[in-house]
């Protein structure tokens, strides 16, 4: 044991050297972890800075047994100071210790009932883990379950801006989506959270995972609060297994759906009541909620495009509001989100919709046209890599070898024979 | 038969002869009957099908003064295969009504396609000395080699050649130069822009035209860095300085910009803007067509009820 603290300590310094300290510690792995109760003093003698390789193998290894409240407060504080200071190179030499160290470290801390302790430090080794801010890792979905639990949404929104191409396992995508969304509900941001939540429903999966189903039924309702209808058909790039099976999975949450799109704020609120307990015990009954009192939006928005200038009362009568002073709080704060563009005269109580006066002449407007502009030819250079990708897949060209015509048209002869891999 | 001419003329061709005898070949050419279609079908009124590449004949006008021979414009001629030799009636009403319109125009000599001038040109040469003593020979190549930098026309005269012992007239080949006014300027750069290589769609069209504007800026830019090098130069003291160059630089520059109101700069950003929307939704289309044949591999490969086998074969 100490021998192994001496040579992690002369081995730390060069990359080299590193290497040959992390070939002696994969040797040495299975006996730090038959001695783990010895281990703890042997964590004083390395510093997490210089030697995070080793003092990594070494706090996996006393970790890994079962935890005692005492303890726990102890580790966690170690583990948050080592997170702090450790050194990505070496850190990504073993990327599985370090992620099963900060999985533990949540557990603790959840365990302490601390979940606000955890946030920072798991932000800290995410962005030491990644090898670009477009890779997504097994921490993410940590992360994001500390930030919900600890309800600091705004920190979790800055990860949630970055966009992302590499995914390391697909669970973690599942449970980041769902997770990323909740947040964002959270946040009253709808149109992200809508976004992340597609991501969930449309990725790719051979059976239909229970993530899914629940993130389904959010969807709907985002979808319902936000655009005002349900798409009743997922397109065509979800999985054949979603578009079959999701819809019978969540059938109270498509009738929602369906009666929403009737109109009538009535009929809404009695089917909500009538299944009021199906919602609440998904916990989605803040949601639903919400969702309704959207009903009222949509058919102001509605009205916009048949009039011109309309009374308060008359539009009190229209959306089945109570008062025309409701109505002009509703229109009020629906021109200040910015969904309609309108004028309230107050001496007469009418309303007078009007265009978007948007220009498009400003060089503002510019800016970000351009900056669309090349974000979307970022994209678009990543999609055509991932399409020749795709287009060498041995999978593929087994099927697409497979469905060719047997007859050419031109000449009428075989084709020859298909392609086997 | 070709070495450098020893007469000391110049010749100044304008745009116009080549026009004229490149579109003469063509119109011949593609008026001919076509050629035939598989060795079994029947000859047209049993004669054999022509050659492929016709000759075409004509005559070039144009003025002499002095050393400088400027040929202007040209004529087509009728060629008699039995005689050998251009149609003479024709010609002389053709030289009449060209001496109305253009009274200072003579007939310098005569056109003619093909690769290289040969014996039998020799004698319409000579039939043509009655006319004017020294006619010129311009020969046009009708074959397209991508290789070739110049215009494939060359200008021959006749001189006389002990060959043997005996005085014989050849050709010889002079040099010349292209000179143009400012109509046919014109109207030789909208046939040049309006025609490119393959055909011409609206796409390469604007292609040609976005990539003209392209090389036009870039020299712009590459002018301006030399001209601000020198400047820098002249701050540094490296370069003496020059106030001459300085005033003309300063009177370049207060040239623009050259409106500065209101509603140019309203329509500016907003033309400025559609092209920026147009861009994006181009790109826009380009990225989701891609995105829509990655879903359909994808779809393909990995799904795993996507549809089973292939589409019938049908006859």
Redesign the interface.
């Known amino acids: 044991m100490e021998g192994l603290v001496t040579q992690i300590q002369g081995l730390s310094g060069t990359a080299s050297d590193v290497l040959s300290l992390q070939n002696l510690l994969k040797q040495a792995d299975d006996s730090l972890h038959a001695e783990s109760t010895r281990l703890p003093p042997f964590l004083d003698q390395l510093d997490p800075s210089k030697h995070s390789l080793g003092y990594l193998y070494f706090l996996e290894a006393c970790t890994a047994g079962p935890v005692t409240q005492e303890q726990a407060s102890s580790f966690v504080l170690t583990i948050a100071r080592f997170i702090s200071s450790c050194v990505a190179e070496q850190i990504r030499l073993a990327p599985d210790k370090f992620i099963s160290v900060c999985k533990r470290f949540k557990d603790q801390v959840l365990l302490l009932e601390e979940p606000l302790r955890g946030v920072a430090p798991m932000l800290t080794a995410i962005r030491k883990l990644q090898l670009s801010s477009e890779h997504l890792t097994a921490l993410h979905p940590e992360f994001l379950l500390l930030c919900l639990l600890s309800k600091c949404y705004k920190t979790a929104l800055s990860i949630l801006d970055e966009d992302i191409f590499e995914v390391d396992q697909p669970r973690d995508l599942f449970l980041y989506c769902y997770y990323g969304g909740m947040i964002s509900i959270g946040q009253k941001q709808f149109r992200k959270a809508l976004e992340l939540l597609h991501n969930v429903v449309t990725a790719p999966m051979s059976t239909v995972n229970a993530i899914a189903v629940e993130a389904f039924k959010k969807y709907i309702l985002v979808s319902l609060i936000h655009h005002g209808q349900f798409p009743t058909n997922l397109p065509k790039y979800a999985s054949s297994g979603a578009q079959r099976n999701l819809k019978t999975l969540c059938q109270p949450y498509v009738e929602l759906a369906s009666s929403y799109s009737n109109g009538k704020i009535a009929d809404l609120e009695t089917y909500v009541e009538a299944n009021k307990d199906k919602f609440e015990s998904d916990n989605n009954l803040g949601l639903v909620k919400q969702a309704v009192s959207s009903m009222y939006k949509r058919n102001i928005q509605r009205l916009t495009q048949t009039y011109l200038t309309l009374s308060l009362q008359d539009i009190a009568n229209r959306v089945q509001l109570n008062s025309p002073k409701e109505a002009e709080m509703h229109v009020l704060q629906m021109i200040k989100d910015g969904e309609i563009y309108a004028t309230i005269n107050q001496k007469d109580g009418m309303v007078r919709f009007l265009e978007d006066p948007e220009q498009y002449k400003t060089c503002e407007m510019i800016e970000r046209i351009g900056s669309s502009i090349q974000r979307l030819m970022t994209v678009s250079k990543k999609l055509n890599v991932m399409d020749e990708l795709m287009s060498c897949d041995p999978l593929y060209l087994a099927k697409a070898g497979r469905e060719r015509q047997r007859f050419d048209f031109d000449d009428f002869d075989n084709v020859p024979p298909r392609y086997n891999i | 038969m070709a070495s450098s001419s020893s007469s000391g003329l110049t010749f100044k061709l304008h745009p116009l002869v080549i026009v004229n005898i490149s579109d003469h070949y063509t119109r011949v050419k593609s008026q001919m009957n076509p050629p035939p279609l598989t060795s079994t079908s029947t000859t047209v009124n049993g004669v054999e099908p022509l050659q492929q590449a016709p000759r075409v004949y004509g005559c070039v006008i144009g003025v002499q003064r002095g050393r400088t021979v400027e040929i202007f414009n040209s004529f087509e001629l009728l060629y008699d295969p039995s005689t050998h030799s251009l149609d003479r009636p024709f010609l002389e009403k053709k030289q009449e009504l060209y001496k109305k319109v253009f009274p200072h125009f003579y007939i310098l000599g005569w056109y003619s396609t093909g690769s290289d001038a040969q014996e039998s040109d020799m004698h319409i040469h000579k039939a043509l000395m009655d006319i004017n003593e020294s006619p010129l020979y311009v020969l046009l190549n009708p074959t397209i080699n991508p290789a070739q930098k110049d215009l494939p026309v060359t200008i021959y005269e006749s001189e006389l050649h002990v060959i043997d012992g005996i005085p014989q007239l050849i050709f010889v080949r002079s040099s010349y130069t292209i000179e143009t006014v400012e109509a046919e300027r014109i109207s030789v750069d909208h046939v040049a822009h309006l025609k490119p290589s393959d055909g011409g769609s609206a796409a390469t069209q604007l292609a040609a035209h976005l990539t003209g504007i392209h090389s036009a800026i870039k020299m712009l830019n590459s002018r301006i860095r030399v001209l601000h090098h020198y400047l820098v130069g002249m701050q540094k003291g490296d370069v003496p300085c020059e106030n001459s160059l300085l005033r003309q630089v300063s009177s370049l520059l207060r040239r623009l910009p050259a409106i500065e109101s209101e509603k140019f700069q309203?329509d500016f950003?907003?033309e400025?803007?559609?092209t920026?929307?147009i861009?994006?939704l181009a790109?826009?289309t380009?990225?989701s067509s891609?995105?829509n044949?990655?879903?359909d591999?994808?779809?393909?490969?990995?799904?795993?009820?996507?549809r089973r086998?292939?589409?019938t074969?049908?006859?």
């Open positions: 309203d950003l907003m400025y803007n559609d920026l929307l861009t994006y790109m826009f380009n990225c891609t995105m044949e990655l879903v591999k994808f779809n393909t490969a990995y799904d795993r009820h996507s086998g292939g589409r074969a049908f006859i």
